[in-house]
């Protein structure tokens, strides 16, 4: 017996829209742009096709019709199967109990900072904070505006992201204070002497 393919984690959110109705592609496409879930998920139309059409390969959504819409091609809607509906609660709950090393490229950046002279890392720094202060301030002014006809629980992953990005604000506030004020001992290192 083949063993089930993981669900990548667009497989995931095209199956919980299509636990909420059924949809095209195009919709979905469409509805995860306006509830910014591109944010959390690597968000690309073709992709999104391929992931349907490969759903649909593995028994877990099917066609349920087809339409058009004037002059535009026909767009086929697509209906979560039982066994999609059991795959997306299993996964989405495996994924909530289940903490997995995902190697972001900014740890590695810092671990390999050391590389750099101290008031260059500052700078760049600086400009991180800026940003992620930004980010941080742009997903709460969203998710402030979005709670008011939104179920709170279906804006639990800008509620994380914001708190992710006020904690990186902070830590970094952090070092950039044991940097300017010289208690974070800072030498490059240079091994090429």
Known sequence: MARERALTPLAIAALALL?????HPYEMFTTMVERHEDLVVKLRAGS????VNRLEGDGLVSAVGTDRDGNRPE???YAIRPAGRERL????????????EEYPR???AIAESHHLDGALVARLLTGRLHRTEARAAALRSGHAHASTHVQEARLLDIDYL??????????LRGV???????????KATDHGE
Not at 19 to 23: K, V
Not at 176 to 186: A, C, F, I, K, Y
């Open 19 to 23: 636990a909420e109705r059924d949809m």
């Open 48 to 51: 999104l096709y391929h992931t």
């Open 75 to 77: 767009r086929t809607t």
């Open 89 to 100: 609660q299993d996964t989405v709950a495996q994924l909530l109990a289940e903490p997995v």
């Open 106 to 108: 900014f740890p590695l």
């Open 162 to 171: 914001a708190a992710m990005a006020e904690a990186e604000a902070a830590w």
């Open 176 to 186: 950039l204070d044991r940097l300017r004020d010289g208690t974070l001992d800072w």
